[in-house]
Structure formats: C-alpha cells, structure tokens
C-alpha cells in the first residue's frame, strides 16, 4: 500500500494509479468465485421467489442478502432468528407508535423524525449487525408507507408485506450459508491470518536463500497488502466472539498486517544480503512459519526473543522492524493460560449480544444518529415540501443503506456513492429500460440479466472495504429502480422518480456526513489517534481507588480504545482518496500512524493482561509491596502516553517525561517483597507479571523515541 500510495500524489501518473489500483482489486483470488456464486444464488432466490409470489417491497429482500454477514456461518441459525426478532420488533413499533400520531400532523413529524434518530443509534450502538439492520429497514421505509393518503388497512397491509420480504431475504440466506458451511468457529479469522503469515515466510525464504521471489508471491504479497485487515477488523468487530477472543485477536490481525506491509515495501528495495543477513533472514522465516503453525494448530505462540548481538548491515533495513513485530505477536496473547480464553470451541456458536458495551456513554453513538437522522429527516421534508412523494422510499432506503456500508473517509465515500449512482443508476437502470428490458417478455430472461448484474456488483463488492461499497450501491440502486413492480415499466416517469430518490438521499447523506460534519480523513485520523494515546492513558491507571464501579468503568474505556483503532485504520484506508496540496505530507502521516498504532496496539493488549494484576484477581495477587510499585510504574507510563498526545496535538515540543529506570525500581520492589514471602511466588505470579512489564517498558520507549524523532 505504501508504494501504491506514493506514486498517486503525481497528476500526470494519477491514471495509472487508478488503473493499477483497479486491477489489483478486481484480481481473482481464493475463494472470490465461491463467495460470488453463494451471493449471486441467494439475490436470485430471493428475487424467483418474490416476483412469482408477487411480495411487494421484493428489493429490500434482495438487498438484504448483501447485509446479512457472511464471515460466520456457524452462527447462521442464531442470526436468523435474530433477524426474525428484529423484524417483529420493528414491525411492531411502527404499527403501535403510529396509531397515536396517525391523525396529529404535528406529532407524526415528531414520530417520523424520532424513528430516524432510533434507526440510525441502532445502527450504531448495536453489535449484532443483520439485527440492526434488518429493524432499521424496516422503519426507514415503513415511515414513507404511512405518510400515503390510503386506508389504514392499507398501510397496515403493506407494513407486514415489508418485514415478510425482508423475511424472504434472511431465510435464504440462511439457507445458502448453512448449505455452505464448512469453517469452525475463528477459522474467518484463523485462516487469513495464516494466508498472511505464510506469504511473508515465502517472502524472507527467498531472500535467505538469495534467490529471486517468484511472481506467485509477490502477486500474493501485493494482493494482501492492498486487501488490509478492514475486512478481518470488521468481522471482530460484527461477531458475538468474547471480548478477550475480539480484543487479543485484533492486535495479532494488526500486527501481521503491519508485517505485510512491510513485506510489500522490502519488494521495491534492492538491496544485497550478506551470508550473516540471509541467516538472519532464514530464522525469521522458520519463526514465521512456528507461528503460523501454532495459530492454525490452535495453540498460544511461544515466547520469541531474537538474538539482539545480532549485526544488521544497512543492505536490510526492514529486517530490524519485521523481527520486532514477530516478536510482538505471541505478546497479543499475553495473559491467556490456555487456547480456550482465546480460540471459539469448535462446538460453539457466538452467542447473541444485542448491545455494544458503551452503546450509552460512547458519545459517537449519539454523534452518528444525529447525523443519519439529519440527513434523512431532511430528504422526509424536501420530498413533502415539493408533493413528489414517489421519491420517498428510495430517498429514506438511499439514507439508510447508505450508512449501513459506510467506510473510510469523507472523500472515499463521495466518489463511490456518486459513481455507484452514475453506473447503476443511469447506465444499468435507466440503461436497461431503455435498451435491455424491452427485449424480454419472460422471467427467464430477466433473471439471466438480473444474475449478469449482480454477479458484477458481487465481484466488486468482494473486493477490499475500499472498493466494496461500490458494489453494494450498484445493488441497492438497481433493485430500487428494477424490483419494485411486477411489469415492466412503459414509461421513464417511475424510473425517473426512482433515481431521483437515489439521488436526493446520496446529496443529504454527502451534505451531512461530508461537508457539515465531516473533515478530512488525515485530520480524522491524527484526531483519533491522539484521543487513543488519551484513552489508553486512562485505561493505564484504572482502576482509581477513589471511584466506584471500576470493572465497569474499565470495560467501557477497553470498547472506546477497540472502536478508536478500528476507526483510525478506517480513516488512514481513506486517505488514499484525497488529494490537494497537502497529499504527501498526509500519506507521511499516515504511515507514521499506522505503524504507531500497530505498536500501541501490541501495548493495549498487554496492558489488559496487567490490570487482572492491577485488580488482584484470583490467581494474579501480588505482594502489597509490590502491587504499590505496580501502581506507580503505571502512573508514569500514563505520563508517558498523556506526553505524546499533547506533543503530536500541539505540535510543540513538551518537556521529556523520564521514564528509564522505571522497571528497574518496579523489579526491585518486587524482588524485597519476594525476599519476605513465599519462595514460589516469584515464579507463579511475580515472573509473568515482571516479563510483561518489561516488554511494556520496552513498547513505550521505542514508541516515544520514534514519535520524538518524527517531530509531530
């Protein structure tokens, strides 16, 4: 991604840029073409069985074959019936809540806007995605519904056509998905962790043998490097897996990414290596390869120390970065005693946690649905103000789905969604009533070229999280336009005020999100990043002795710096796709920033190892003495953190917080304590406890010294 990075910034290159980032992203990898064909089955299920049973609202079944999550299918029943639940419930709430302000003009606009701002918090604050989802559907276009001068009956009618289409679409889905079934539980994470790992051992073992790498493998690198860990980040973060598997997971998915990364860049170097450099090369490969090994073996990685006498000539040097996040990868699991604290049992299926943790303190929560309910509650009055009410339900689903696929930066979701617009809006909708659909007069043919688009918009959206939203615009606007009757249309008007739905929901949704509230992705990012350091330097200190609920208050700070690590990635993908004077100076940042935070990561996962000993959890006691000592490294590794955020947001240069010595005075403390009590507390409780100390003392150091050095 680096090397692709620099060479965008050039004007007279930015065409080949583009044209080598599409190839790389539409390049067949394994398990692509299965992937497509069980989407393109299940949309077209979907479809058969909607237009043969005339199920009005037949696009939002097929569009929610896209929604629903594919990353577990083990965990497929459970959300089915999940989905069910969600359905009923915002069936339910519609149907109830608009009885009291049916006949109160002013009290169903309140309505209407409140459903917007409830839809979009679910969206937000709910950690079962197929749920949230499927309940905000269900609102976002059940509000249109009932603005119809029609019977209540009517409406009532329609409203549970609705939650049946939506129905259709889960049932197949789960159907497919069972139907295709043959991972465990973490294999979705498992197996592209050890595809990466495996990639990047090939890699080093040409080099240690000094032979060139073959194409096969730097295709593979390339391919791994562009793809990212968004994809693996978001189904942690979807999935119902406990919070230690999510938490210690993600920084093992960090940290093989960042070794990809810089994989890919030790592939544009020349450079020569010596007979000590390719020795040096092997064993990180063989280390490489134990490590993939006991991932895929399902066992916690032995600890890894290379031999630091070691010389590096300056011919590799990357080698020095790569050893030290191969050696930061068995630290992900510190704290575990076993695989079953980290690895889902193979007889297990994610259990069901409807709610995020800090669904009620997380104020980005609230941030998102104000915002969604701005956006949407705008197209409601536009659409009522100029009586075109047949723009309505594509505006409100535009809306809504729109923020369902939301990611990277402002700029990244502009292009995509007017460019989505462009081709599945004009070309394939307006496109095929014009030249295509005139020409077929049988289901037959209609589903042929209903599977030709779809598997196009499959194959895109199986692309990396950069490029997939694109795909699943192209489905949502083409359904909008293509499935709403049962005929085909005689007359452009329908299509018309279809994609003119699509396209006041695409201008409210860039007006909200892009411009009033949005900023770039590299302030975004940097923004994030230093509340991270914040955040994480209050996690350090908890609990406080002073405050009450301190498992509560913690975990809630644990969700807030997991999210903040998502989102920053999320904003560094975006930062690819914004240009101006400032474009070298921003993808220097962010390079900076995402090796800072795959080290910070590495931090944050072993400080949730160091506070069961913070807590004086059963089998994690220490001395009085020494749990003291422990409160006050503590102390200044915050200072530390707290250092670094005020120094990268004012861009000043702050006064040093010392923090060499620190575990000596921690280890000596330890050790008085040790002296005056049992003999075999040093080895049960007090070695691991040291051990990871000094790999925290080792973490902070490095990374203040890198940040000092950087000047931000």
């Given at each position: 991604?680096?090397?692709?990075?620099?060479?965008?910034?050039?004007?007279?290159?930015?065409?080949?840029?583009?044209?080598?980032?599409?190839?790389?992203?539409?390049?067949?990898?394994?398990?692509?073409?299965?992937?497509?064909?069980?989407?393109?089955?299940?949309?077209?299920?979907?479809?058969?069985?909607?237009?043969?049973?005339?199920?009005?609202?037949?696009?939002?079944?097929?569009?929610?074959?896209?929604?629903?999550?594919?990353?577990?299918?083990?965990?497929?029943?459970?959300?089915?019936?999940?989905?069910?639940?969600?359905?009923?419930?915002?069936?339910?709430?519609?149907?109830?809540?608009?009885?009291?302000?049916?006949?109160?003009?002013?009290?169903?606009?309140?309505?209407?806007?409140?459903?917007?701002?409830?839809?979009?918090?679910?969206?937000?604050?709910?950690?079962?995605?197929?749920?949230?989802?499927?309940?905000?559907?269900?609102?976002?276009?059940?509000?249109?519904?009932?603005?119809?001068?029609?019977?209540?009956?009517?409406?009532?009618?329609?409203?549970?056509?609705?939650?049946?289409?939506?129905?259709?679409?889960?049932?197949?889905?789960?159907?497919?998905?069972?139907?295709?079934?043959?991972?465990?539980?973490?294999?979705?994470?498992?197996?592209?962790?050890?595809?990466?790992?495996?990639?990047?051992?090939?890699?080093?073992?040409?080099?240690?043998?000094?032979?060139?790498?073959?194409?096969?493998?730097?295709?593979?690198?390339?391919?791994?490097?562009?793809?990212?860990?968004?994809?693996?980040?978001?189904?942690?973060?979807?999935?119902?897996?406990?919070?230690?598997?999510?938490?210690?997971?993600?920084?093992?998915?960090?940290?093989?990414?960042?070794?990809?990364?810089?994989?890919?860049a030790l592939m544009q170097l020349s450079f020569p290596t010596s007979g000590?450099?390719?020795?040096?090369?092997?064993?990180?490969?063989?280390?490489?390869?134990?490590?993939?090994?006991?991932?895929?073996?399902?066992?916690?990685?032995?600890?890894?120390?290379?031999?630091?006498?070691?010389?590096?000539?300056?011919?590799?040097?990357?080698?020095?970065?790569?050893?030290?996040?191969?050696?930061?990868?068995?630290?992900?699991?510190?704290?575990?005693?076993?695989?079953d604290e980290y690895v889902p049992s193979s007889d297990d299926i994610p259990?069901?946690?409807?709610?995020?943790?800090?669904?009620?303190?997380?104020?980005?929560?609230?941030?998102?649905?104000?915002?969604?309910?701005?956006?949407?509650?705008?197209?409601?009055?536009?659409?009522?103000?100029?009586?075109?009410?047949?723009?309505?339900?594509?505006?409100?689903?535009?809306?809504?789905?729109?923020?369902?696929?939301?990611?990277?930066?402002?700029?990244?979701?502009?292009?995509?969604?007017?460019?989505?617009?462009?081709?599945?809006?004009?070309?394939?909708?307006?496109?095929?009533?014009?030249?295509?659909?005139?020409?077929?007069?049988?289901?037959?043919?209609?589903?042929?070229?209903?599977?030709?688009?779809?598997?196009?918009?499959?194959?895109?959206?199986?692309?990396?999280?950069?490029?997939?939203?694109?795909?699943?615009?192209?489905?949502?606007?083409?359904?909008?336009?293509?499935?709403?009757?049962?005929?085909?249309?005689?007359?452009?008007?329908?299509?018309?005020?279809?994609?003119?739905?699509?396209?006041?929901?695409?201008?409210?949704?860039?007006?909200?999100?892009?411009?009033?509230?949005?900023?770039?992705?590299?302030?975004?990012?940097?923004?994030?990043?230093?509340?991270?350091?914040?955040?994480?330097?209050?996690?350090?200190?908890?609990?406080?002795?002073?405050?009450?609920?301190?498992?509560?208050?913690?975990?809630?700070?644990?969700?807030?710096?997991?999210?903040?690590?998502?989102?920053?990635?999320?904003?560094?993908?975006?930062?690819?796709?914004?240009?101006?004077?400032?474009?070298?100076?921003?993808?220097?940042?962010?390079?900076?920033?995402?090796?800072?935070?795959?080290?910070?990561?590495?931090?944050?996962?072993?400080?949730?190892?160091?506070?069961?000993?913070?807590?004086?959890?059963?089998?994690?006691?220490?001395?009085?003495?020494?749990?003291?000592?422990?409160?006050?490294?503590?102390?200044?590794?915050?200072?530390?953190?707290?250092?670094?955020?005020?120094?990268?947001?004012?861009?000043?240069?702050?006064?040093?917080?010392?923090?060499?010595?620190?575990?000596?005075?921690?280890?000596?403390?330890?050790?008085?304590?040790?002296?005056?009590?049992?003999?075999?507390?040093?080895?049960?409780?007090?070695?691991?406890?040291?051990?990871?100390?000094?790999?925290?003392?080792?973490?902070?150091?490095?990374?203040?010294?890198?940040?000092?050095?950087?000047?931000?």
């Amino acid at each position: 991604m680096a090397a692709l990075a620099q060479s965008a910034p050039k004007s007279p290159r930015s065409l080949d840029w583009f044209r080598e980032f599409l190839r790389q992203e539409l390049a067949p990898y394994a398990g692509r073409f299965e992937t497509v064909v069980r989407m393109v089955i299940a949309a077209t299920l979907v479809m058969i069985v909607c237009v043969t049973f005339r199920i009005p609202y037949a696009f939002e079944g097929v569009i929610y074959t896209f929604i629903i999550s594919r990353e577990n299918p083990t965990a497929t029943l459970k959300s089915a019936g999940t989905t069910f639940l969600s359905v009923g419930v915002g069936a339910a709430y519609v149907l109830l809540s608009v009885g009291f302000v049916i006949s109160a003009p002013i009290l169903h606009v309140l309505w209407v806007i409140g459903s917007f701002f409830l839809s979009f918090y679910a969206l937000s604050a709910m950690t079962n995605y197929g749920a949230a989802s499927t309940f905000a559907v269900v609102i976002a276009v059940g509000v249109p519904i009932w603005d119809r001068h029609v019977s209540a009956e009517t409406n009532v009618e329609d409203t549970l056509w609705l939650t049946l289409a939506v129905s259709v679409g889960a049932v197949v889905v789960a159907a497919i998905e069972l139907a295709f079934a043959h991972i465990n539980p973490g294999d979705d994470i498992v197996l592209p962790i050890a595809e990466r790992l495996s990639a990047v051992e090939k890699l080093l073992s040409f080099y240690g043998e000094d032979r060139p790498v073959d194409q096969a493998t730097e295709k593979t690198i390339t391919r791994l490097e562009l793809l990212g860990t968004s994809t693996l980040r978001r189904i942690l973060r979807r999935s119902a897996y406990s919070p230690e598997y999510t938490l210690q997971m993600g920084g093992v998915v960090a940290l093989v990414g960042r070794l990809v990364d810089i994989a890919a860049a030790l592939m544009q170097l020349s450079f020569p290596t010596s007979g000590s450099d390719q020795k040096q090369l092997r064993n990180l490969a063989a280390t490489v390869a134990r490590i993939r090994t006991d991932v895929i073996n399902r066992r916690i990685p032995g600890a890894i120390q290379f031999d630091p006498d070691d010389e590096l000539s300056p011919g590799v040097p990357l080698l020095h970065e790569m050893e030290k996040l191969v050696e930061l990868i068995p630290q992900a699991f510190a704290g575990s005693r076993s695989t079953d604290e980290y690895v889902p049992s193979s007889d297990d299926i994610p259990g069901i946690n409807l709610v995020s943790p800090d669904a009620f303190v997380n104020p980005e929560h609230l941030k998102f649905a104000l915002k969604g309910c701005l956006a949407a509650s705008s197209c409601y009055i536009i659409y009522n103000a100029i009586a075109w009410p047949s723009i309505g339900a594509p505006a409100m689903a535009t809306c809504l789905l729109t923020a369902l696929s939301a990611v990277g930066a402002s700029r990244q979701r502009q292009i995509l969604r007017f460019a989505a617009f462009v081709v599945g809006g004009l070309f394939l909708g307006i496109g095929a009533e014009v030249f295509i659909l005139p020409h077929l007069d049988s289901i037959t043919g209609f589903t042929l070229f209903f599977m030709l688009v779809i598997a196009l918009a499959s194959w895109f959206i199986t692309s990396s999280p950069r490029l997939s939203y694109f795909g699943f615009q192209i489905v949502v606007i083409f359904c909008l336009i293509n499935l709403q009757e049962f005929a085909r249309q005689t007359s452009l008007a329908a299509v018309r005020d279809r994609i003119a739905g699509v396209f006041l929901g695409l201008c409210m949704m860039w007006l909200v999100f892009d411009q009033l509230w949005g900023s770039s992705a590299a302030v975004e990012m940097k923004r994030v990043f230093i509340s991270n350091l914040r955040l994480l330097a209050q996690f350090v200190r908890e609990p406080l002795a002073e405050e009450g609920r301190p498992i509560e208050r913690s975990h809630s700070l644990r969700e807030n710096i997991n999210a903040n690590f998502d989102t920053t990635q999320a904003s560094a993908d975006g930062v690819l796709f914004e240009f101006g004077a400032s474009r070298q100076h921003d993808l220097a940042l962010r390079n900076r920033i995402r090796q800072w935070q795959t080290t910070l990561r590495a931090l944050f996962v072993i400080r949730i190892a160091l506070r069961k000993y913070r807590l004086q959890l059963p089998g994690f006691e220490l001395p009085e003495g020494a749990h003291v000592a422990q409160q006050e490294f503590d102390d200044r590794i915050a200072q530390v953190l707290d250092a670094m955020a005020t120094r990268m947001e004012n861009g000043a240069s702050e006064e040093r917080v010392h923090f060499e010595g620190s575990f000596e005075r921690l280890k000596e403390a330890a050790g008085t304590c040790c002296a005056n009590g049992p003999c075999q507390l040093l080895s049960v409780n007090l070695q691991p406890f040291l051990t990871l100390s000094r790999t925290v003392e080792n973490i902070v150091t490095s990374l203040e010294k890198e940040m000092r050095l950087a000047n931000l």
